[in-house]
């Protein structure tokens, strides 16, 4: 943020503290018309088949690959998204926890 308290273009890092995932994912989905209960549905269905194997296999805490995504998940939820920035190709993270 500049000295006289307005944000400039580049202030990217500003921006993230001051506005939340949440009131961004409401942005798009209220001003956008982004159907977030529909993409909810797909990353649960893409995820089924490794969320369905890593439970086999007792995991609560794993990563799910689905094309150049890597779903990380905690406890068995689905929490993040992650692409390695450097290739597109997911990074998985080795550790699995049960």
């Known amino acids: 943020m500049s000295s006289e308290g307005?944000?400039?273009?580049?202030?990217v890092a500003f921006?993230?503290?001051?506005?939340?995932d949440h009131a961004v994912v409401r942005f798009l989905e209220r001003a956008w018309d982004v159907d977030v209960d529909l993409i909810r549905h797909q990353i649960a269905v893409a995820t089924a088949h490794g969320r369905?194997?890593?439970a086999l296999q007792g995991f609560e805490n794993f990563?799910?690959?689905?094309?150049?995504?890597?779903?990380v998940l905690k406890e068995g939820r689905i929490v993040t998204a992650l692409v390695d920035e450097r290739t597109g190709v997911p990074r998985?993270?080795?550790?699995?926890?049960?």
């Open 92 to 98: 998985l993270n080795r550790r699995c926890f049960r």
């Open 6 to 11: 307005v944000m400039k273009v580049g202030d």
């Open 63 to 71: 990563d799910v690959a689905v094309g150049r995504v890597r779903f």
């Open 52 to 54: 369905d194997a890593a």
């Open 15 to 20: 921006a993230r503290e001051l506005v939340s």
